[in-house]
């Protein structure tokens, strides 16, 4: 059977972050290289859920990193 499969920019529209920081991530060695389909990135659902979390937890720290109002 066939695994969904979903391009950088429906993924990144799901995720609500650009390509370009999906494109970082995995620059960055965070996630596993995309495959490619003619010259589009894809990625498979485990790969998206993957993502979400690596977004998730950067959304976190970030806020935890910001000052709080005094």
Do not use: C, D
């Not at 979903?6 to 972050?17: C, I, P, R, Y």
């Not at 920081?21 to 620059?27: C, G, P």
């Not at 965070?30 to 998206?48: D, M």
């Not at 950067?58 to 005094?70: F, I, K, Y």
Request: net charge positive.
């Amino acid at each position: 059977m066939f695994e969904a499969m979903v391009t950088s920019g429906e993924a990144a529209k799901e995720l609500g972050v650009s390509v370009a920081l999906i494109q970082k991530l995995e620059r960055l060695g965070v996630i596993p290289p995309a495959r490619r389909l003619n010259r589009f990135r894809i990625y498979t659902a485990a790969e998206v859920e993957q993502l979400r979390q690596v977004i998730a937890n950067r959304r976190a720290r970030g806020t935890q990193a910001e000052p709080v109002a005094a």
